[in-house]
């Protein structure tokens, strides 16, 4: 006996995400954010200060001011954000 899906696939739905950090004339892709940090998809050498993180949800933008403590180490795989 099969149960019965809650949800028909042809009702299912998955956003578009995207997430990219801005640091003066730099973007760099974002995999992962958290309350306070972050994952680079490629980590390079930034020194502290402030950027800003841009996501797209369905072409809808929402844009965050923030601060990094302890700048961007390409061996990091976390980094810390802080609000501005």
Same mark, same amino acid.
């Given at each position: 006996?099969?149960?019965?899906?809650?949800?028909?696939?042809?009702?299912?739905?998955?956003?578009?995400?995207?997430?990219?950090?801005?640091?003066?004339?730099?973007?760099? @892709?974002?995999?992962? !954010?958290?309350? %306070?940090?972050?994952?680079?998809?490629?980590?390079?050498?930034? *020194?502290? +200060?402030? @950027?800003?993180?841009? !996501?797209?949800? %369905?072409?809808?933008?929402?844009?965050?001011?923030?601060?990094? *403590?302890? +700048?961007?180490?390409?061996?990091? !795989?976390?980094?810390?954000?802080?609000?501005?």
């Amino acid at each position: 006996m099969s149960s019965p899906s809650i949800v028909s696939p042809s009702l299912a739905y998955s956003a578009v995400v995207r997430m990219r950090l801005t640091v003066g004339s730099r973007r760099m @892709g974002v995999a992962q !954010v958290g309350p %306070d940090f972050m994952i680079l998809e490629e980590p390079v050498e930034i *020194p502290a +200060g402030r @950027g800003e993180l841009v !996501v797209l949800i %369905d072409g809808d933008e929402k844009r965050r001011a923030i601060y990094l *403590p302890d +700048g961007i180490r390409p061996t990091d !795989v976390r980094t810390r954000i802080a609000p501005v």
